[in-house]
Nanobody, 126 residues
Framework: QVQLVESGGGLVQAGGSLRLSCTASGRTFGSKAMAWFRQAPGKERAFVAGINWIGHSTTYGDSVKGRFTISRTNSKNTLYLQMNSLTPEDTAVYYC???????????????????WGQGTQVTVFS
């Protein structure tokens, strides 16, 4: 099972940008679909974006389409989330997640992921 560590969170003014990174251990990262989820205070964890194992197919939650971009560099075992035009509604803890099986598609359900990072806080102020 991969182990995941997120970084890049922080405090940013509305309209600004941040790039999150998620570094994975192990040799199977390049074979797994990956995703970003977020959880705001008092809300359930929500799907943000996902990417297939080779990086050719991406999926986004409706609230971030056109503003966020997910990408990956398999040679570096790293997943990214570029976040632009941030709003206070984007404030949350952001988690990266990996699907368990190899070479399968992204899922928007958190229950289909079996490896999670510890999360990184993103706070957007107006």
């Amino acid at each position: 099972q991969v182990q995941l560590v997120e970084s890049g969170g922080g405090l940013v003014q509305a309209g600004g940008s941040l790039r999150l990174s998620c570094t994975a251990s192990g040799r199977t990262f390049g074979s797994k679909a990956m995703a970003w989820f977020r959880q705001a205070p008092g809300k359930e964890r929500a799907f943000v974006a996902g990417i297939n194992w080779i990086g050719h197919s991406t999926t986004y939650g409706d609230s971030v389409k056109g503003r966020f971009t997910i990408s990956r560099t398999n040679s570096k075992n790293t997943l990214y989330l570029q976040m632009n035009s941030l709003t206070p509604e984007d404030t949350a803890v952001y988690y990266c997640a990996a699907r368990g099986d190899l070479y399968i598609d992204v899922s928007k359900s958190e229950y289909d992921y079996d490896a999670w990072g510890q999360g990184t806080q993103v706070t957007v102020f107006s």
